[in-house]
T-cell receptor
């Protein structure tokens, strides 16, 4: 079954600290993996998109990694800010039928 | 350049009624996709339209339908509303089919539907 599992479910960190969010998937055949940030009550905003051949992609303080062999991805946030408080959603697309599978998200809270 | 616009932003409907939600994609984008988001199920893909044709469909009952017009604007309709249909309905647009590698998908702010 094509699944996307994210961990942790929620995370609280202090402003200025780094954190790493995990995404494991079983979607096959793999097409691409996306990370989104969603503020409460708002639509998701794209952070990164990675295809099979890409291992790392950065967007400012956000760095995503992909290990297609182990079917794992991580999103690393450097020097967190209060505005990073949001849900982070991992989305994996299947190549055969363009089916998109969503993770349940990680709820990040950054405290001063 | 304007983003994805969804209307209405909030609405309340009664069980058994039907509802139509509207989405205007970013200018030049030909793909419009729809998603349902609930606290229990998270984000779920409903369907995607490209050049007025439904290209992909998620696992939702036939009560959920949509269409796309020649100007790429899209509507989704839910008939015979159930309490469980209460959710945030998100629309997203992209230049090409949304799941194609490398395409960024731009989401609107969503329409909050409450069924009572």
């Amino acid at each position: 079954k094509n699944q996307v599992e994210q961990s942790p479910q929620s995370l609280i960190i202090l402003e200025g600290k780094n954190c790493t969010l995990q995404c494991n998937y079983t979607v096959s055949p793999f097409s691409n993996l996306r990370w989104y940030k969603q503020d409460t009550g708002r639509g998701p905003v794209s952070l990164t998109i990675m295809t099979f051949s890409e291992n790392t992609k950065s967007n400012g303080r956000y760095t995503a990694t992909l290990d297609a062999d182990t079917k794992q991805s991580s999103l690393h946030i450097t020097a967190s800010q209060l505005s990073d408080s949001a849900s982070y959603i991992c989305v994996v697309s299947q190549r055969r039928n363009n089916d998109m599978r969503f993770g349940a998200g990680t709820r990040l809270t950054v405290k001063p | 350049k304007a983003g994805v616009t969804q209307t209405p932003r909030y609405l309340i409907k009664t069980r058994g009624q039907q509802v139509t939600l509207s989405c205007s994609p970013i200018s030049g984008h030909r793909s419009v996709s729809w998603y349902q988001q609930t606290p229990g199920q998270g984000l779920q893909f409903l369907f995607e339209y490209f050049s007025e044709t439904q290209r992909n469909k998620g696992n939702f009952p036939g009560r959920f339908s949509g269409r796309q017009f020649s100007n790429s604007r899209s509507e989704m309709n839910v008939s015979t509303l159930e309490l469980g249909d209460s959710a945030l309905y998100l629309c997203a647009s992209s230049p090409e089919l949304h799941s194609r590698s490398g395409n960024t998908i731009y989401f609107g702010e969503g329409s909050w539907l409450t069924v009572v």
